[in-house]
């Protein structure tokens, strides 16, 4: 079974401190992804990346940074979090570039920034 | 139009009886689309792919109707713990990210 952990499943932070939110997935998967969700606006990309190094922008980047040093480890980065940063931030990793879409997820970190 | 679209719900429905949700897409390209299902509180799971010939698995039916645009979810028998949101995924008209998910269907099933 695929396995995608995220490194707190909660998380309060003051508006202004930098964030870190850790992912790592352990099936080897190329491509690793950051989601935000949130009631009424659904799924929405933050960051991906189909390899080590690599990174490119989703839907949504402003206020975030990725760093991808290693192939099962994708980390979200909230430079000076904000109140509008509070969110389910989901992580999920999928097969190669051919088969992008069977998205394993992570269990989510629920942020509260105050 | 929007990428992926969803009515929202909720689907309230005895257990028992058979559901269907649609959702529309606007990339007439699109070849490949999928339904996941996510759980209060819980992550989103693949539930099944929806290709032009379609899907069965189980009580559940997934269907695409490309001259209409949209793909179908069909749940027979529905139990208890179908109730869940599920969420349309499908591939983007434009830009170099894969997936667009729908906002989903919240489905509840009742004793």
């Known amino acids: 079974d695929v396995k995608v952990t995220q490194s707190s499943r909660y998380l309060v932070k003051r508006t202004g401190e930098k964030v870190f939110l850790e992912c790592v997935q352990d099936?080897?998967?190329?491509?690793m992804f950051w989601y935000r969700q949130d009631p009424g606006l659904g799924l929405r990309l933050i960051y991906f990346?189909?390899?080590?190094?690599?990174?490119e922008k989703g839907d949504i980047p402003e206020g975030y940074s990725v760093s991808r040093e290693k192939k099962e480890r994708f980390s979200l980065i909230l430079e000076s979090a904000s109140t509008n940063q509070t969110s389910m931030y989901l992580c999920?990793?999928?097969?190669?570039?051919?088969?992008?879409?069977?998205?394993?997820f992570g269990p989510g970190t629920r942020l509260t920034v105050t | 139009r929007k990428e992926v679209e969803q009515d929202p719900g909720p689907f309230n429905v005895p257990e028992g009886a058979t559901v269907a949700f649609n959702c529309t897409y606007s990339?007439?390209?699109?070849?490949?689309f999928f339904w996941y299902r996510q759980d209060c509180r819980k992550e989103p799971k693949l539930l099944m792919s929806?290709?032009?010939s379609g899907n069965e698995d189980g009580r559940f039916t997934a269907q695409l109707n490309r001259a209409s645009q949209y793909i179908s979810l069909l749940i027979r028998d529905s139990k208890l713990s179908d109730s869940a949101t599920y969420l349309c995924?499908?591939?983007?008209?434009?830009?170099?990210?894969?997936?667009?998910f729908g906002k989903g269907t919240r489905l509840s099933v009742i004793a």
């Open positions: 995924v499908g591939l983007r008209n434009s830009g170099n990210t894969p997936l667009v």
């Open positions: 990339n007439s390209a699109s070849q490949s």
């Open positions: 999920a990793s999928s097969p190669p570039r051919r088969s992008p879409y069977e998205q394993y």
């Open positions: 929806v290709y032009s």
């Open positions: 990346s189909y390899d080590v190094k690599m990174k």
């Open positions: 099936m080897d998967h190329e491509n």
